[in-house]
DNA sequence: TAAATTTCGACAATCGATTGCAATTTGAAA
DNA sequence: TTTCAAATTGCAATCGATTGTCGAAATTTA
């Protein structure tokens, strides 16, 4: 019995394997009217009349007709999608902003094209001008690490695509751009450290050539300046943000003769995670001895011993935010273009890892 | 300054708005050629002449000229693209798997539309519907937790486009298929759990419409069954796949006279998470009085305490599996297409919450 | 030098849907 | 019954790239 199934199975696949899918023409030439009309009807546009109008979308459904949207877009000129490309579609951060894009775009009726650049500019490069070719109406991205000039952006804009730069932007090239106020939340995050009696904050810090490590580094500086701390060089790691160089940058922070006594792992929660680990090793007392508090609110920070304090970044509203800046910008585009920004405020999340006080 | 950079800008940006994008017949009237010889140059045919060939390439660049794809597309009537279907982009399994089709298909020139059904089986339809529309070359799916028939899914197949289901498979279509060896893994890890000396073991199952929950079900039953261990309906517990749930379930469980001393969250680490919670709350000890198994490897399970045993699923090896089952089978479609499918063999992590004996 | 091959590039059709304009039909008013 | 406007439908061009066919030019061979 098994084997007669899989051998009609494998005739039908070599039958519809050649076959053509059905197209207006076919429905018009069944009809005996023109594509034109099918084509109305199908776009349910006025002057079709409304019996053969039935007709069609009944003879439609009979062929299983779909309509091909290559053929639609090229005619049209646009394509209903939005391109993304951000430096890994499997980081939390970047696939929760990417499930708020999808949910803002699917209402619309928008498609989206997905691309991840590795942190790779040169794949970045290619992933770009991939979407350009698409003829994607909308470019969404956040720049990898290592991305120094921004020329195939540039491009997207000659080529007349709206662009909308989120997270990681590029501060010189005047696009839209959704962010978050890093430089505030750091600040607040820093400030919360000082209030709970931590004295010497050492910083985590990212890649500088990247906007939001640098505001983040920004934000921890003011605070210290403005409780008048001194700022110490010896407590500012660079480059340390997975969890490898979090756990690396404290084992020298910690082998210090003046050791710090918090830990601001401003690049992730993962580095937050590497300084956690190394504390518990040395049998250092969180938050007694060392406070710590990471970045981006990963799930795990809630479940860690102590919790981890961090910044709640609302990833998937931020997507939506992006979504819907692009649909705004679509319907008043009677006028002029004018860049603008959004800014998401993040949310300071007070855990166990920083209550030196309770 | 700034302000007279924004006015230049905005300018630009209406000037840009209308123009049109350059095609291969600007690149031919430039050169005073036909477009075909553009195209074959572009194409990197034969049959241009070598000179021609560079003059053409440097005037495709001068005039910024990017290929229509779309126009290309509906002319060779592939599209070099592949539709991935998810029930949500976000969670870690799945947007594992996207990451691993993503770095397959991106070495051979595939491009990827993604779309999440968010569990629901009327979403999951209009985006298979879209991605027939727009004349994928190959869906990818991973079937949502309320589907109930499979008529889309036979729909692909008559369109002539190649389907692979992933993970969540519908058993009754002959598609190809890569799944994981859910029974053997739950079967494995409920082995290991007796072995370490637990005597009554719940169950925390998920919705068995899904061949996946259905098939750990089974292992968990063999593995009973193997060393002779009665199964009782009461440490069954049906639709325990969240945290929530996992927590609500193990109340009830750990509310029962006769206790279970050990409870397998089949459904996913979140349950076993709120399962571990629960006991933490209670008092229980784990692993002593009660071990914990859950499902999937998640970043999470490494960092509790105790950490928690789990099933790996090679997720990004997976999606690679996915996108290279399609590349091979592109490659020799001369023959018949056989129904394929490929299963992986997860692994038990084993971690502190089932280690009863050390 | 004439004949036979290659090489090169032009021509035109094609992919499938859309849309401005023209032609036809319908129905109502005169 | 005639006239006129409105409602339908048809015609044909268009979107941009690709490709089979064929003629002209260049090159080789006899």
């Known amino acids: 019995m ?8 494998v005739i039908f696949t070599i039958y519809m394997r050649g076959k053509k899918r059905t197209t207006i023409y076919d429905i ?6 023109t594509a034109s009309s099918v084509s109305r009807a199908l776009n349910n546009s006025s002057y079709v009349n409304e019996a053969t109008k039935k007709l069609i979308l009944k003879t439609a459904e009979e062929l299983n007709y779909k309509r091909n949207t290559l053929a639609s877009n090229l005619r049209k000129g646009q394509t209903k999608t939005i391109g993304v490309v951000v430096p890994r579609i499997n980081q939390n951060f970047f696939s929760n902003v990417i499930a708020g894009i999808e949910e803002a775009t699917y209402q619309k009726n928008y498609n989206l094209i997905i691309c991840q650049s590795n942190e790779s500019h040169e794949k970045e490069i290619k992933c770009v001008n991939t979407l350009i070719n698409q003829h994607v109406d909308c470019i969404v991205i956040s720049v990898s690490v290592d991305s120094n000039d921004y020329q195939h952006l540039q491009n997207v804009l000659d080529q007349g695509i709206q662009l909308i730069q989120f997270d990681r932007v590029a501060d010189e090239l005047e696009t839209l751009k959704v962010i978050n106020d890093n430089e505030q939340a750091s600040f607040e995050a820093v400030c919360h450290m000082i209030e709970q009696g931590y004295k010497k904050i050492a910083l985590l810090e990212g890649p500088q050539n990247l906007n939001i490590f640098r505001q983040r580094k920004e934000g921890y ?3 210290l300046k403005k409780y008048n701390m001194p700022i110490r060089e010896e407590f500012i790691i660079a480059n340390a943000w997975t ?3 979090g756990a690396e940058a404290t084992r020298k922070l910690l082998s210090l003769t003046d050791l710090p006594d918090a830990i601001f792992a401003s690049t992730s929660d993962f580095s937050a ?3 956690l680990e190394v504390a518990n090793d040395l049998a250092i007392k969180v938050p007694s001895e060392l406070g710590i508090c990471g970045y981006s609110n990963e799930a795990f920070t809630e479940i860690t011993s102590p919790s981890i304090t961090t910044i709640d970044q609302f990833s998937v509203y931020m997507g939506k935010t992006v979504a819907n800046l692009y649909f705004q ?3 008043n585009n009677d006028t002029v273009v004018i860049p603008k920004i959004i800014s998401i405020k993040p949310k300071l999340m007070v855990r166990g890892s920083t209550l030196k006080n309770s």
Chains 1, 2 share one sequence.
Do not use: D, H, P, T
């Open 273 to 275: 995670l590497g300084v």
């Open 2 to 9: 098994q084997s007669i199934v899989e051998i009609y199975f």
């Open 221 to 223: 500086l003011n605070a």
């Open 28 to 33: 018009a030439e069944k009809l005996n009217i």
């Open 329 to 331: 910008e679509m319907e």
């Open 243 to 245: 969890k490898e160089l």
